[in-house]
């Protein structure tokens, strides 16, 4: 391997140096690293056309960043002439896009106090809330949202609310709305805070089976998916760890 190596230096070394990159951004299973380091320019080849290539259509969201960017200007523009909620909620919406909850909470705020009946516009300013690790503040906008529509976006509104409860302590509340949640949703976020649920109410044996389900879970998803929710599926597999020590 070594005398392949040297037919292509030095753009082997390039090679690695860019599977290394991606390997520590993108956290894919861990053997690939040994595959990277160990295989030299072939295992660092054989890595960029399994696992990061496939992750180029993840960079969309990187491109319609640039658009987005773009008509959050347009609509600051608007809104010094026309403060309407339509447009406070739609800047809100792009710069929770942005990750930018602490502005998404802001301009919902100012949207919920001229009209506070729009259950999407709870929603949105929980997630913001969620989003800043702020699960106390989240609660009373998703228990409006849940008291609305129980199945709002697919049971998940339910879910993140048992989350928020389980998180600030109260693990009653929690297992309520936890129930209908674990019940009719199977997404990997849902699974995952179900199994953290039960470990912090001290069901380590049901926690275990849970966090078992989201790994099967991601054997089930297509590839594109796997690269969409691994997040999750990393937090599930530190969880299965902690449950396992």
Do not use: C
């Not at 890595?47 to 347009?74: C, H, K, N, T, W």
């Not at 406070?88 to 009946?117: C, G, H, P």
């Not at 929603?123 to 702020?134: H, I, N, Q």
Request: charged share 25%; proline share 4%.
């Amino acid at each position: 391997m070594g005398g392949l190596s040297s037919h292509f230096y030095p753009w082997g070394f390039l090679v690695q140096g860019v599977a290394l990159w991606h390997f520590v951004k993108r956290r894919p299973e861990g053997y690939w690293l040994y595959i990277i380091i160990f295989g030299s320019v072939l295992g660092a080849g054989v890595y960029i056309v399994v696992e990061m290539i496939p992750d180029l259509g993840l960079l969309r969201g990187v491109f319609q960043g640039f658009g987005r960017r773009s008509r959050i200007q347009a609509v600051e523009t608007q809104i010094l002439d026309n403060p309407s909620v339509g447009n406070l909620e739609e800047l809100a919406e792009l710069y929770f896009e942005q990750k930018n909850y602490a502005k998404t909470r802001e301009l919902l705020n100012r949207a919920i106090s001229t009209r506070s009946d729009s259950p999407h516009a709870f929603y949105l300013r929980a997630k913001a809330a969620l989003g800043m690790g702020d699960y106390a503040g989240a609660i009373p906008d998703l228990e409006y949202v849940v008291g609305k529509d129980p199945k709002f976006d697919y049971y998940r509104a339910t879910g993140l609310l048992g989350d928020a409860y389980a998180r600030t302590g109260d693990l009653e509340k929690a297992a309520i709305y936890f129930a209908p949640a674990a019940q009719f949703s199977t997404t990997p976020e849902t699974l995952y805070n179900y199994a953290n649920y039960l470990k912090l109410a001290g069901k380590k044996e049901e926690a275990r089976e849970w966090a078992q389900k989201l790994a099967a879970k991601k054997r089930t998803l297509p590839r594109y998916m796997q690269r969409v929710e691994r997040p999750w599926f990393r937090k599930g597999k530190a969880l299965q760890k902690e449950l396992t020590a």
